[in-house]
């Protein structure tokens, strides 16, 4: 069965510094998509970021990026020049290939120190 | 504003009660989802709707039931509601990559 984990609960980071955030993976299919959201407390859920199984390029949107290591299955958000904003719940999901259901992982929390 | 709209936004309810939770897109999207979160535990997919007229069984279903009213339209039901069941609900949908999220529904069971 397909699996999501992210074992950092929470995370700290200076204003201005480049975080990680850690994901890992579980997967039998070649095909298949990843993703990250971001919950701010207001709790809305935002998309950040797409990565496909088949991409060879990272996947990058502004200062997200997303570190993809296939035979390691993991999915790391790397978020560069952080700022008071991203202080937020972040999720990671990944979609199996062929399938409407996406799973999510159970989340980091992620605080800008000023 | 397009999106995805969801109602109501709070509800209390007693144990036993029924409700229905309201989604609404229209972003002509076929697929929608119905997911729940709770502390911990990420979100939960509870149904979901591939295309008008279909609808399937996620990971956490028990305690409910849903309507594919149209393509617009899917609707959550708690026919007896179980203070197990609250939660905040969300709302999605998708066309292509990456959800659409409704703003969701913060329900207490009481």
């Known amino acids: 069965a397909q699996k999501i984990t992210q074992t950092q609960p929470g995370m700290f980071v200076q204003e201005k510094e480049a975080v990680t955030l850690d994901c890992t993976y579980d997967t039998s299919d070649q095909s298949y998509g990843l993703f990250w959201y971001k919950q701010p407390s207001s709790g809305e859920m935002i998309f950040l970021i797409y990565q496909g199984s088949y991409d060879e390029q990272n996947a990058t949107e502004g200062r997200y990026s997303l570190n993809f290591q296939k035979a390691r299955k993991s999915a790391n958000l790397v978020i560069s020049a952080s700022q008071l904003g991203d202080s937020a719940m972040y999720f990671c999901?990944?979609?199996?290939?062929?399938?409407?259901?996406?799973?999510f992982g159970t989340g980091t929390r992620l605080k800008v120190l000023a | 504003n397009a999106g995805v709209t969801q109602t109501p936004k709070f509800q209390v309810l007693k144990t036993g009660q029924s409700m229905t939770l309201q989604c609404a897109q229209d972003?002509?999207?076929?697929?929608m989802y119905w997911y729940r979160q709770d502390p911990g535990m990420g979100l939960r997919l509870i149904y979901y709707s591939a295309s008008e007229g279909t609808t399937d069984k996620g990971e956490v279903p028990n305690g409910y039931n849903v309507s594919r009213l149209n393509k617009r339209e899917f609707s959550l039901r708690l026919e007896s509601a179980a203070p197990s069941q609250t939660s905040v609900y969300f709302c999605?949908?998708?066309?292509?990559?990456?959800?659409?999220f409704g703003s969701g529904t913060r329900l207490t069971v009481v």
């Open positions: 999605a949908s998708i066309q292509g990559n990456g959800y659409t």
């Open positions: 972003m002509n999207h076929n697929s």
């Open positions: 999901a990944m979609r199996e290939g062929g399938t409407y259901k996406y799973i």
